[in-house]
């Protein structure tokens, strides 16, 4: 769409810095009854009575988290917006709020901003959160997004990364490795289409996988879900640089160490045959990948029975004592292999 | 510094994102009672009994907000929590605690990123906030800062652009105009170092501009301040980017319009001496130049008493109709010069 120059696009510079947030801000409404105060004074107002307050921040930045070549604007609007609340749900808390700055050069009209802004408004509606601020400036080169999510929690009901015993079950809901395919799916289509622009990209057949990694969702359901089963977990991280990486954080924090078992890792059946396309095993893709944005928690023995049959969860192994480490217990062998990956390395 | 290549500085890469954020952040420990979980888990856990949370975020980009070339990089830290604790202060709310993101290219050494967050450590002693989270990541070229601030009020003591009424008077907090004069010497000196690097930068007796500059303070006192006159604002906003710009968000959203009187507008007399020497009406770069992060307020008639021999506060103007438009009188003359200066236009 940005190299289209038959369109008549609108230059930022016609709207102003003030201009440009009213315009792109104007269709927010406020839903939230804790939003007091949304866009267009020098501080939006919340008020959360007698609840915990929830807070997270991200940065995105173009080349680095994402590639305009094959991400198209609305979807980034969208991703970034579910990529930062499925940090309030790793919490066990419910979103409520977000605010989105938006730095961009010169060379992006109105009309790429409307684009991004189509894809926060729709993940607004959807998760039911109001944006409530934010910031748009020019940048030297390149767009970066930061986006800061909001959410609330009764105190007893929070989760952090700290909290998992001995003996506790490992969980996660859904599956995995999908994002990553669907990334590989995307730069492989990308390549063939920079070789020959003529190609008609080969997308079929893909559509869970492309889906996973353009338009995640975030799983915000899940507070709703424990709520109903009458669940606390003792700890919770949500997926967003691998399962590996969130298991050695859990580990970290909670000081305990954890097995998982490669059987039991759940992978959608297209998931493993493009795995096998592309030659690689579809368990790395679940360990190592990332942007699933699911959430991995940990449930107290005593839980099990709960959620065993639970068609959102899965149980893939348990806490064992710090000094034993972090392995995975291979298929057929039942051979342990140390978790070591570092997850996605952006620098 | 960036230039030193006989020091030994440490690439980001051999800490690794989880590595470097909690490098840059371990030293910074919790003060505030409402900060319950800080930096380390997937979002931050904040308690306000009964208060208002007010929010805000502000983006800097290099080479648009600022220029590397002579700003040292612990004062951008410091300059950057404070223009967005000015922000929450505008509320008539007490900032609490910042989350601050920051994407750099791997130009940037790890040391360099210690530079800043000291510049941050110092601004969260002097304001007593807590850093509470954030983000780093790598960026495709420059460095870009987002800065998210929460603050804490009783709702009937928060204050919006939107509540002045006719006849109101319009008040600032210090003086104006000196930030851009810091900005006219700064850029002036950087010009003449780029074209001869043996010349020595002529600062001297310019303290005060280059102060109000590279590192501006938030008027979170301002707070207490009216609290202890029994004064609540009718209508407040800070001045980021120029008198003329604030007048008018304010006679927007409140609907009325303003007088400002020129010979009120409180200037320092260095302010006054170095305008002369760049051939600029003072005035002017109180009205058009920016990041005085001073606070820009109105108060009804009847609180001018309690005001009026306030060191702190300088009453330049009042409220007139919406239909009688912005207007500065001009000294002598008595004459009206129309408002319409836009501050910073950022594209």
Excluded at 73 to 97: C, E, F, R, W
Excluded at 313 to 334: C, K, P, R, W, Y
Aim: charged residues 20%; negative net charge.
């Amino acid at each position: 769409m940005l190299e289209n120059k038959n369109q008549d696009l609108t230059p930022i510079s016609t709207l102003g810095e003030f201009g440009l947030i009213r315009h792109l801000t104007e269709k927010f409404s406020l839903k939230n009854p804790s939003s007091e105060l949304g866009v267009g004074d020098d501080a939006a107002v919340i008020f959360h009575e007698g609840k915990r307050m929830v807070v997270s921040t991200d940065l995105f930045a173009e080349g680095v988290h994402f590639n305009l070549g094959y991400v198209p604007l609305k979807h980034l609007g969208y991703k970034t917006v579910v990529a930062n609340l499925s940090d309030i749900a790793a919490m066990n808390a419910v979103p409520t709020q977000i605010l989105v700055s938006v730095a961009v050069s010169n060379r992006f009209p109105v009309e790429a901003l409307e684009e991004i802004y189509s894809g926060i408004a729709l993940a607004c509606g959807k998760y039911k959160v109001d944006l409530i601020g934010g910031d748009t400036t020019s940048s030297t080169s390149g767009l970066v997004m930061s986006i800061t999510a909001i959410g609330a929690a009764d105190q007893d009901k929070i989760v952090t990364r700290k909290g998992a015993q001995e003996n506790d079950l490992l969980v996660v809901t859904g599956d995995l490795g999908g994002a990553y395919l669907g990334l590989q799916i995307l730069e492989r289509e990308h390549a063939v289409f920079l070789a020959n622009p003529q190609m008609q990209p080969e997308m079929e057949g893909y559509d869970y996988l492309l889906e996973r990694q353009l338009k995640p969702e975030a799983r915000t359901d899940v507070q709703e879900i424990l709520e109903g089963l009458e669940i606390v977990p003792t700890a919770m991280i949500d997926i967003s640089d691998g399962l590996a990486s969130e298991v050695l954080h859990l580990s970290k924090q909670s000081e305990v160490g954890f097995r998982i078992y490669e059987n039991k890792v759940p992978l959608d059946p297209l998931t493993v045959s493009t795995a096998e396309e592309f030659n690689i095993s579809p368990v790395m893709c679940a360990l190592n990948g990332g942007e699933d944005y699911e959430l991995l928690l940990t449930i107290a023995p005593k839980d099990f029975e709960k959620i065993k049959n639970h068609l959102d969860f899965t149980v893939i192994g348990h806490a064992v004592e710090l000094s034993q480490g972090n392995h995975l217990v291979l298929s057929g062998s039942n051979e342990l292999a140390e978790i070591t990956a570092q997850g996605w390395k952006h620098f």
